[in-house]
């Protein structure tokens, strides 16, 4: 039997990408305020639901969802402050990093778009360390930053998941919160 210590498993981390790494809400809100300016703006501080469309009345939500499918919308998500750097940092920490997103049931333009907006944004080696799948619980991983605080099937994952601090999601305590800031060293905890 061999004495020498054997090497940890490096910690897979899965992070999302709408809401996570691109901001999808400010994007979002920019479109709906250059198409309908006449219409009810949402002061985002203040959300109390994950989805977007929940914040508005029903007759607006089919315009809602028309922005998000709509081509180009995706792929002009700006990057949020924070995310690339942390990802990188969590690469040089030695953890296996993939980004875990859920295409929308509009995908035509988003899955396309989420692929090129990760090219653009972090690089071509990121374009092989992207998975979309509408059911999360089936990726295989330690830890999943998400900003959605009520994942579907979440109770059968392998992944213990950090909830990205956000306003929409602050009502949910059954979470650990995180933001870009504090995650590297809560993640570090973790590995040792």
Request: a negative charge; aromatic letters at 10%.
């Amino acid at each position: 039997m061999s004495t020498e210590k054997q090497s940890k498993r490096p910690l897979t981390i899965l992070v999302d990408m709408d809401g996570v790494l691109a901001d999808f809400d400010s994007r979002f809100m920019e479109t709906w305020a250059q198409k309908y300016p006449n219409r009810p703006k949402l002061d985002q501080s203040r959300r109390t639901s994950f989805k977007i469309v929940d914040e508005f009345s029903p007759e607006h939500h089919d315009d809602i969802r028309a922005i998000f499918s709509a081509r180009g919308f995706f792929r002009s998500l700006p990057v949020l402050p924070g995310a690339v750097e942390a990802l990188r940092d969590m690469q040089s920490a030695g953890m296996d990093v993939w980004i875990c997103s859920s295409p929308l049931d509009e995908y035509r333009n988003c899955v396309q778009e989420k692929f090129e907006w990760v090219e653009e944004n972090l690089g071509s080696s990121w374009v092989n360390r992207l998975i979309l799948t509408k059911n999360k619980a089936l990726i295989r991983g330690d830890y999943l930053i998400d900003d959605n605080p009520s994942l579907p099937f979440a109770d059968t994952a392998c992944w213990k998941q950090f909830l990205l601090d956000a306003p929409y999601n602050r009502y949910a305590t059954h979470l650990q919160r995180v933001n870009w800031t504090t995650l590297l060293c809560v993640l570090k905890g973790k590995s040792e």
